[in-house]
């Protein structure tokens, strides 16, 4: 099993484990200076696509998956092949972490609570829209008018006061009053 980091550690080979099996010394050696050849631009590549810290952990996965296949001794490209595993991997991860992103949750009542129905919905802003209308006409007419000007028409304080002859601190009051008008009728429905 190939063990190390990028940073340029000699990989530890588990020579000792493979000895007696199917792979030489001699293969564990040209691996070995495979490694340190490959895994500078191995790094970089999964830097790229990953970010630094998940990048040594994914060299260190695609090495030890071409090392354990056996496949080192056995390719014509190993630099390709290399380069397949570590696709691979980035595949594998992508897929992970798209099952983990829809793993369900049980159900969290305060969180998850039940959609007011829509006929409810529209029947209470029907009674807000009235409430409104109610305290729009109880309002003086001027008030109203400024109001109405403001909001529906959109003129900003300075055109209202030019329209109508008023100072802007006069509309400023009207536009205050109506608001404050409209703030009780919405705290009784809050």
Known sequence: MVT??????????GASEFESGPVSRGSITAFAAFYRAEQGR?????????GR???????QEAFTRMFRSGAYGR????QAYLMRTAHNLLIERA??????????FPLDEARDAAVVPDQERQFEAMELRRAFRTALLAMPR?????FLMHRLRGLT??????????SIKAVEKHIGRALKRCRKVAARFA
Do not use: S
């Open 157 to 166: 304080y300075a055109q209202i006061a030019e329209q109508l002859g008023l």
């Open 142 to 146: 001027r008030t109203r008018r400024i």
């Open 53 to 59: 810290e998940a990048a040594p952990d994914l060299v």
């Open 42 to 50: 191995l790094f970089h590549y999964f830097r790229r696509k990953v």
């Open 75 to 78: 390719v014509e490209h190993p």
């Open 95 to 104: 897929r992970r972490w798209h099952r983990k992103e829809r793993m369900l």
């Open 4 to 13: 190390g980091t990028c940073a340029g550690h000699e990989p530890d080979t």
